[in-house]
């Protein structure tokens, strides 16, 4: 029984070993697509380990397309929206989940509502709006919306806060004294902290990496977020066909995301399960 | 309870919780309700943002009707949707192999996320370089392995969409992985004690225990990932320049975006942009009537 046990295990990590093959081949092969240089990239048969291996692909890149911009724009982006949205999305969570208020349950189905209108309904209206006002081709666009908070994520903290903050803490904090917002600040957000942590790192993921709002919006190179100014490099700062270019620019789109998921994993993991099965 | 009756603390409560959820519903009203709304409006006009908007009835919707990109990128959008039950199977698999106390277990977790949190930027010039017909590392294995020269991906139409396919299962099957990982870990443990007592063999086991108890989780997963797959966009605007050869690659969100953003027919864009979200409304409204007929709760 234990030998035949054994030999499962034995089994199941050999399948295991050769799906992360398949799910890393791909990822290993971008970093040495972009090590190469342009004469050998088309070499048959191709070879893994880049002979020559060279770094001037990423100088290149660099050299030529306004990335730091990208990388700027891309995180003024991130950081406005996740600190200020989060704390909105915190502060509603908060009444929705602990407190009484005229018009609660209807307000909140509004809300969920929301989730169900797909984004191309309302983008074309959103441009239109935001190019009367003149933000067209400004980082505003993709920054304010977010500043009102965001229903997953109050959604999320909702089903959080009401399974772990005790009323009678609330009222413990009102009997000292302290007022509404206070008590928010000294007893629900210290208890909230792990899901902050979770949505924030779930925001990150897909604020950085979101493609379709700033392609309609950013148009000068100098304002686009990374993503965009990378998709357009294929026409404007490189030729098609330079694969070690674009695996280079690949790979410098790649590094934030994959650093912040490193630090971050448990809660990515976490509560994509979470918000998975509640949802 | 009237208004006044209520004690000075608890009226005071009342007004800072309207307070503390005023920005997500003014939020909701300016972009959401107000967008939705004007998008209506938009579908009966003619307008490209320069000349004065004229209202043309219905004019959008026969317009649709003859239009031969219009049913291309529906259909192309429907056959993308074949992709959710592979996904489904190779998430499932690697969740049970992985559901186990293995040493070492939570590397391979890590390994098949990565893709989840990776741009889908980076990752569709990747596939689209591993894809390429003469020179893509696909094609090389496919002779290596097979000895025939392996199809023209992104260049033949009827690769196109199995490309994409192809792409989304490995960049996706982490994430429903994940899902499903936590499905069978709070599955209890003497549901398969008294299977095992009554002689049910492990495939048995797995049919009717397993797979019945993860029916929300499948649930899940269908809904989201037809949500998904309809509102996909950004691989295809990538990867197949123009819509592909023939417009094999164009989904009805590119189809949008074009109109929209290329040729600034926006109430036309409107019009179609109103279809697509009443297709999805349809489809997950069928599918949660259904649900009770298949997915399980306790």
Not at chain 1, 148 to 156: D, E, H, L, R
Not at chain 2, 128 to 133: E, V
């Amino acid at each position: 029984m234990a030998l035949k046990r054994r030999l499962t295990n034995l089994f199941i990590y050999i399948l295991l070993l050769a799906g992360s093959v398949i799910m890393l081949g791909p990822l290993a092969w971008t970093i040495s697509t972009s090590l190469k240089s342009q004469k050998n990239v088309f070499d048959i048969p191709p070879k893994w380990i880049p002979d020559p291996a060279t770094w001037s692909n990423y100088q290149d890149v660099w050299a030529k397309a306004p990335l730091l911009f990208g990388f700027l724009n891309s995180t003024i982006i991130v950081v406005t929206v996740l600190t200020i949205g989060i704390f909105i999305s915190t502060m509603a969570a908060y009444a929705f989940s602990k407190f009484d208020f005229p018009f609660k349950e209807g307000l909140f189905l509004a809300l969920l509502g929301t989730m169900m209108i797909p984004y191309s309904v309302v983008m074309i209206p959103q441009y239109i709006g935001f190019s009367e006002v003149g933000w067209v081709d400004t980082l505003l666009p993709l920054i304010v919306p977010g500043l009102f908070g965001n229903i997953v994520t109050i959604f999320f903290f909702r089903q959080f806060m009401q399974g772990s903050i005790p009323s009678e803490l609330i009222d413990a904090a009102k009997i000292d004294g302290a007022s509404y917002f206070r008590t928010f600040l000294t007893v629900a957000i210290p208890i909230a902290k792990p899901a902050i942590a979770a949505q924030a790192a779930l925001g990150f993921m897909g604020i950085w990496n979101d493609f379709l709002g700033p392609l309609i919006y950013l148009h000068t190179p100098e304002k686009q977020t990374i993503q965009v100014l990378i998709a357009s490099m294929q026409s404007s700062y490189i030729s098609t066909s330079n694969y070690p270019a674009l695996m280079a620019a690949s790979i410098i789109a790649l590094i934030p995301v994959v650093i912040v998921f490193f630090m971050a994993q448990r809660y990515f993991i976490e509560s994509m399960a979470i918000s998975g099965i509640k949802g | 309870m009237k208004w006044n009756q209520l004690s000075g603390h608890r009226r005071k409560d009342m007004m800072w919780s309207l307070l503390f959820v005023t920005p997500p519903v003014l939020g909701f009203l300016i972009f959401g309700l107000a967008p939705l709304l004007t998008s209506f409006g938009l579908s009966f006009m003619s307008w490209d943002m320069l000349t004065p908007a004229e209202f043309i009835g219905l004019d959008n919707f026969s317009k649709m009707l003859d239009d031969e990109k219009f049913y291309k990128s529906l259909f192309n959008t429907l056959v993308l949707l074949v992709g959710i039950p592979l996904g489904m199977i190779c998430a499932l698999t690697l969740a049970v192999m992985m559901n186990r106390s293995l040493k070492g277990i939570s590397i391979f977790r890590t390994i098949y996320y990565i893709p989840v949190i990776s741009p889908i930027m980076a990752l569709s010039l990747l596939w689209q370089w591993m894809l390429n017909y003469d020179y893509g590392i696909i094609n090389e294995f496919i002779w290596k392995i097979f000895g025939v020269q392996g199809p023209n991906w992104l260049g033949d139409p009827n690769w196109v969409k199995p490309s994409f396919i192809l792409m989304g299962l490995w960049s996706g099957v982490g994430g429903t992985m994940v899902l499903y990982l936590a499905g069978l870990q709070a599955i209890s443990s003497t549901y398969y004690e008294a299977a095992e007592v009554d002689g049910a063999t492990r495939w048995h086991q797995f049919k009717h225990i397993t797979l019945p108890l993860l029916s929300p989780i499948h649930f899940f997963v269908v809904v989201m990932g037809v949500i998904g797959t309809f509102q996909s966009f950004s691989q295809m605007y990538i990867m197949a320049v123009d819509g592909g050869p023939e417009y094999s690659g164009a989904t009805i969100v590119f189809y949008i975006f074009q109109e929209a953003f290329r040729y600034f027919n926006m109430g036309y864009a409107s019009s179609v942009a109103w279809v697509l979200g009443i297709i999805i409304f349809i489809v997950t409204l069928i599918q949660f009537r259904f649900s009770k007929r298949w997915v399980y709760q306790d």
